[in-house]
């Protein structure tokens, strides 16, 4: 039977980077009436993301019901917590209970497509293709004779966002291509199939804010028609698959964490060399902490804004005591909430040290500080760079607030709406069972 006649219990739309003001303000102006539609008889509220604000942490905390410092995903660069070594997340690194394997565990059938981080794909009772940390679509799908249908749909994992360094113009098509492919294939799985949960992750507008959100704030550059374009195929799509669901009672729309302007790439790891902090053997590219000289550093950084002090007895080439690491740290703290960006603005909003760090507790994953930037200033590694502030391709950076979350009859919007309350709330609806030690909760019990 098709879901034309029993829709899925439930569907969950992510679309990445969505910022809660800015499909307001499209709404408004009538470029979405589809979305429009939808909020009638919904409820859309702000809510929050994570700490540090970085897809991979957020959307971990969505399956997971967690913060980064219980789940072990923090950035697109994780380490262990006893030596110098970075690797790229992906499933086998997450700790926690995941929503996909719950729900299939349960007896109920599951697609998942998209998600951040969800590569490689493991095995559940349904299909999941996984995200765009994928290294091809080949190795991103469960079960794998799903992969010719894949392909001949068109479907992308991701466009590469290289290319918007040099051809915007071109990567915009991409996009635009990108997006039709990817709700072809949401398509095509929701009329076909029969699904308790189905779950689908939209890239396409995380690539758009990050490389045109200047084109989106001014009428006059060359790409603000199609920033709203992108925007109206969007809304298009979510039309049908309304049309497909028959009403969208049993839909959730959501996004991961909202944007803003980029005026700064701040390089956090030069800013600690140029200061005396951080010692550094070469000065070329290469992978993260690779050319650190650790006899000469107390302090090193991995993004977005994650700090660490060198302490002698936990990493192998420490130098700092474990009694003057608290010294330390409250230093460090007192000299980066004075800094400055070149137009006098701070960099920072705060920082939150080991203990102030939301889910840190003793023996979790979390850094020995988390810096938290000002709007603007998106907080890079950069140890190489000549400069701590840039301007380069990228013009939009994620925002911690301004996430959006759109979901039946909310009566009582509680005061800490952030991501990690998804995971309860739909196994929830799906009436099965959550762990009992999460940091999100059912919001549903608002409702």
């Known amino acids: 039977m098709s879901l034309s006649q029993s829709p899925p219990r439930l569907t969950v739309i992510g679309i990445d980077g969505v910022p809660h003001s800015l499909l307001s303000k499209l709404i408004d102006s009538g470029v979405m009436p589809n979305f429009e539609a939808i909020i009638k008889h919904n409820t859309m509220v702000e809510q929050n993301s994570v700490l540090p604000t970085v897809s991979s942490a957020a959307w971990t905390s969505f399956m997971t019901g967690l913060h980064p410092a219980r789940h072990g995903i923090s950035g697109f660069i994780i380490k262990d917590s006893n030596s110098y070594d970075v690797r790229i997340p992906d499933t086998s690194s997450i700790h926690g209970t995941v929503l996909q394997r719950v729900v299939s ?29 994928s290294p091809n679509l080949d190795h991103a799908v469960w079960p794998p004779d799903e992969i010719p249908k894949l392909k001949n749909m068109g479907y992308s994992i991701d ?58 704030m001014d009428d006059t550059l060359p790409f603000h028609d ?49 200061n005396g902090l951080s010692s550094i053997k070469s000065e070329e590219p290469g992978l993260p902490l690779a050319h650190m000289d650790w006899s000469n550093t107390h302090v090193y950084s991995l993004i977005p804004g994650r700090l660490y002090i060198n302490v002698r007895g936990r990493d192998p080439g420490g130098i700092v005591d ?70 380069k391709s990228l013009t939009g950076m994620h925002t911690y607030n301004d996430a959006l979350l759109i979901y039946p009859n ?31 909760y059912d919001i549903s019990r608002e409702i």
């Open 105 to 133: 565990e349960s007896g109920c059938s599951v697609f998942s497509m998209g998600v951040p981080v969800t590569s490689p794909p493991f095995s559940i009772n349904g299909v999941m293709i996984g995200c765009f940390l």
């Open 159 to 216: 466009p590469d966002p290289r290319i918007a360094h040099t051809n915007r113009s071109r990567f915009m098509t991409l996009l635009q291509e990108s997006l039709d492919a990817r709700f072809a294939t949401i398509q095509h799985y929701l009329q076909n199939n029969k699904w308790d949960l189905f779950l689908a992750h939209v890239m396409e507008t995380d690539r758009l804010h990050h490389f045109y959100w200047d084109d989106y």
């Open 226 to 274: 199609g920033f709203i374009d992108l925007y109206q195929r969007l809304d298009r799509h979510i039309g049908r698959l309304i049309d497909t669901l028959h009403g969208c009672d049993n839909l959730i729309i959501l996004s991961d964490h909202g944007f803003c302007r980029l005026n700064y790439e701040v390089n956090v790891a030069r800013w600690l060399v140029e």
């Open 322 to 391: 474990e009694a003057s690491k608290r010294a330390v740290l409250e230093d460090l703290k007192e000299k980066l909430l004075r800094w400055t960006a070149p137009d006098g603005e701070r960099v920072l909003e705060g920082i939150l040290l080991e203990e102030e760090i939301p889910g840190a507790s003793s023996g979790c994953r979390a850094p020995d500080a988390l810096m938290v930037p000002n709007n603007g200033m998106d907080l890079k590694d950069g140890i190489a760079r000549s400069s701590v502030f840039e301007r």
């Open 410 to 440: 909310i009566r009582r919007i509680p005061e800490d709406m952030w991501i990690g309350n998804m995971m309860p709330t739909i196994l929830s609806h799906l009436g099965i069972p959550f762990p009992e030690d999460l940091d999100g």
